[in-house]
């Protein structure tokens, strides 16, 4: 399905998703990367699991991306902490920042929750994590390059999303899903929320 056909057969979705989600954001900025709520299907879970479903149309459903989505947890690790990109709060001891709430939105958009871990590759169990988010420059991804999320500059180059295991289902769910909220303007609002100022992150 092309960008296009995927942006037009979303249109009306997205907006009822922005009107509620902007909502839940505001709601769980003390906790990020809460993922769903538990209970009943609600208005707002329907209308993701329908964006869920046309994004992932067609990526392959590989033993580590079905086990994420049946468990309904990505587990999520992130380099050691690099403010505003990933660290800990101060006052509820939660992992916190950009890249946190980024994984937030993939899960969400997943149909599952974020697990994260701040610090290195593993989870906190001590697996490998389902994804890992790799600094600037970070030659880290196996069996791939990892996705390109975030480009810093003074050459310390592409910031990247790297699937656990080199799992070409997860490494395809997180493109489609980077895709998504690059055209809805997600990712640009949460962008905007932690870096103010233009070259901020340099």
């Known amino acids: 399905m092309t960008r296009a056909a995927l942006a037009a ?10 009107a509620v989600g902007c909502a839940r954001r505001d709601e769980a900025r003390g906790a990020p990367g809460r993922g769903l709520p538990a209970g009943g299907l609600t208005l707002s879970q329907e209308i993701l699991g329908k964006i869920s479903a046309r994004v992932l149309d067609g990526v392959p459903q590989t033993p580590r991306l079905r086990q994420a ?45 974020s697990n994260v871990t701040i610090g290195g590759r593993d989870d906190a169990s001590g697996e490998s994590a389902d994804v890992y988010f790799a600094g600037a420059g970070e030659d880290a991804c196996a069996g791939g390059e990892g996705t390109p999320y975030f480009y810093s500059g003074r050459g310390k ?25 690059n055209e809805t303007g997600i990712y640009a609002r949460l962008y905007r929320r932690y870096f103010h100022e233009a070259g901020e992150h340099i």
């Open 9 to 18: 057969a979303l249109a009306a979705a997205v907006v009822a998703f922005g």
């Open 69 to 113: 989505r049946e468990s309904g947890v990505l587990h999520v690790a992130l380099s050691p902490s690099e403010p505003p990109f990933q660290y800990v709060d101060g006052d509820t001891g939660a992992p916190a920042g950009f890249n946190v709430d980024l994984a937030g939105e993939i899960a969400r958009i997943l149909g599952v929750k």
């Open 157 to 181: 180059g592409w910031r990247r999303i790297c699937a656990g295991g080199g799992d070409e289902g997860v490494a395809e769910a997180v493109g489609r899903v980077l895709d998504y909220l």
